[in-house]
């Protein structure tokens, strides 16, 4: 199993930058990929962007040019900079992490954290 733990986020004005982080322990072999998602009020989860642990993003369009994920593989973290906030950018953030369990399943598992909020006011 994997905990992960987010940090960061907050209150920031429009066209503002901010960041979260995210750091994962537990027993499990190795981590396939980490990323972040976000939820606004009444609105269902989304993704934001991933990296995989050979680096490769992805992101949501609504957030390219925006936002940059980066990961440090040997302290597993995730890291995402965030710039030019705007209202619509309003969502507890989640840190998302697939993970082997064991050296020699090709399955993997996904675990969340609890969220950090980040709001960008007006």
């Known amino acids: 199993q994997a905990q992960l733990v987010e940090s960061g986020g907050g209150l920031v004005q429009s066209g503002g930058s901010l960041s979260v982080s995210c750091v994962a322990s537990?027993?499990?072999?190795?981590?396939?990929?980490m990323g972040w998602y976000r939820q606004a009020p009444g609105k269902q989860r989304e993704l934001v962007a991933t990296?995989?642990?050979?680096?490769?993003?992805n992101y949501a369009d609504s957030v390219k040019g925006r936002f940059t994920i980066s990961s440090d593989n040997a302290k597993n973290t995730v890291h995402l900079q965030m710039a030019s906030l705007k209202p619509e950018d309003t969502a507890v953030y989640y840190c998302?992490?697939?993970?082997?369990?064991?050296?020699?399943?090709?399955?993997?598992?996904?675990?969340w954290g609890q969220g950090t909020q980040v709001t960008v006011s007006s």
């Open positions: 998302y992490a697939a993970v082997f369990l064991s050296y020699y399943s090709s399955t993997t598992y996904d675990y």
């Open positions: 537990g027993m499990y072999s190795r981590i396939n990929k």
């Open positions: 990296v995989t642990s050979g680096g490769s993003t």
